[in-house]
């Protein structure tokens, strides 16, 4: 299948402000973008310069200019449009197993607050059969435990907060996830990207970028959804870190205030 992904976000700019944007596919999607290049875009003529940052996510550097910056990218996606994968049978590694390069997603990080929430996960989960099934038990008990609303959502909100105030948003729900999935040695990380309402119910909400979590088992990472709790189609990562911390969309150093954000997820029929 084909999505057309794309977005305008709208800054009201004080002074010169510098951002880093993380607003493009993951590298290991580039491949799939088939029609118009997929490349941040500006009402008007702005320096800036890619980089890859130490997670291998793609991001863009600018100094903001004074006035209405409008950020603008508009192109195709090929999918495979199948579900996300079902794997019952993946193992959990021993730690002392695990491939160096994954063990930071096995730490604490500024959202998923992993001394706060460890006892509390092994009283949840330390009878639970290792591998997919405790990951899936975890997922289930986020999904249950957190009320979803863009009312409750919150910036500073951390997973431990979350779990008490069992209300947020999509990214909470990943941070818990996560939180939860580190203090059980499961290696796990969040991730963004595009989700459109493809194969289910539309939402009646104005569409957003979405967060989910990928969790280590098997040898590879799988995707799991603890705000959903159910395989979806037409997902497509643009980053992956620690937590949200990360993976922010937009990061500014200056005196600068969002007035516009419009995000595009959609399918797109057979010949269009």
């Known amino acids: 299948m084909k999505i057309r992904c794309g977005y305008e976000i709208t800054y009201d700019v004080r002074s010169p402000s510098p951002m880093i944007l993380m607003l493009n596919v ?44 409008v950020i603008t990218n508009d192109f195709v996606v ?33 959202y998923c607050e992993t001394d706060r929430l460890s006892d509390t996960a092994w009283s949840l989960f330390g009878n639970v059969p290792k591998g997919w099934p405790l990951v899936q038990a975890i997922v289930a008990y986020t999904h249950e435990r957190i009320t979803f609303g863009y009312q ?21 729900f990943a941070h818990l996830a996560v939180t939860l999935c580190r203090c059980m ?6 991730a963004t990207g595009y989700l459109g309402d493809i194969g289910v119910p539309v939402d009646e909400n104005p569409m957003d970028f979405s967060a989910w979590f990928e969790a280590y088992l ?8 603890a705000r959903h709790n159910k395989p979806r189609v037409g997902r497509i990562v643009m980053a992956r870190g620690r937590d949200a911390t990360d993976v922010a969309i937009v990061t500014s150093f200056g005196a600068c205030n969002l007035t516009g954000f419009k995000v595009i997820t959609e ?4 010949g269009a």
């Open 78 to 110: 090929t999918d495979s449009g199948l579900q996300d994968e079902f794997a019952p049978d993946a193992v959990q590694h021993a730690v002392e197993d695990l491939p160096s390069e994954v063990l930071v997603y096995l730490l604490g990080s500024r």
């Open 185 to 190: 040695n499961v290696p796990a990380r969040y």
């Open 218 to 225: 098997g040898g590879r990472w799988y995707t799991f959804d």
């Open 267 to 270: 399918e797109l029929k057979e």
């Open 26 to 69: 993951a590298p290991d999607r580039e491949r799939d973008v088939v029609e118009r290049v997929d490349e941040v875009a500006f009402s008007h003529p702005v320096r800036h310069s890619d980089y890859r940052d130490m997670f291998g996510n793609r991001c863009v550097r600018l100094v903001a200019p004074t006035g209405t910056l």
């Open 152 to 172: 409750h959502a919150r910036a500073t909100k951390t997973a431990f907060e979350g779990h008490q105030e069992q209300k947020g948003v999509c990214r909470d």
